[in-house]
Nanobody, 111 residues
């Protein structure tokens, strides 16, 4: 049974940073493409970033300069480092792989 557990969300001021974690169990992240999505209130869920089996990364255009996806193979954990956060980054952030979603972690950017 695949489980994804996100953590690291919270309230941060504009311009601040957060580092989200996604701990995976029942699946080896080194042989699966992992993704971060987000969903803001009243909006559709959107792709934030992916990290492939080779470690290659892709980002949504609006986030590629500020967000970094990475992984720790031994810890079986995927991360999303978010810098220069803006109020429009406020959303629930979800980890995803192989049709499985985590429960999400809330990120709120506000002064």
């Amino acid at each position: 049974q695949v489980q994804l557990v996100e953590s690291g969300g919270g309230l941060v001021q504009p311009g601040g940073s957060l580092n989200l974690s996604c701990a995976a169990s029942g699946i080896a992240i080194r042989i699966n493409t992992m993704a971060w999505y987000r969903q803001a209130p009243g909006k559709e869920r959107e792709l934030v970033a992916t990290i492939g089996i080779s470690g290659s990364t892709k980002y949504a255009d609006s986030m590629k300069e500020r967000f970094t996806i990475s992984r720790h193979i031994v810890k079986n954990t995927v991360y999303l480092q978010m810098n220069s956060l803006k109020p429009e980054d406020t959303a629930v952030y979800y980890c995803y792989t192989r049709s499985v979603w985590g429960q999400g972690t809330q990120v709120t950017v506000s002064s």
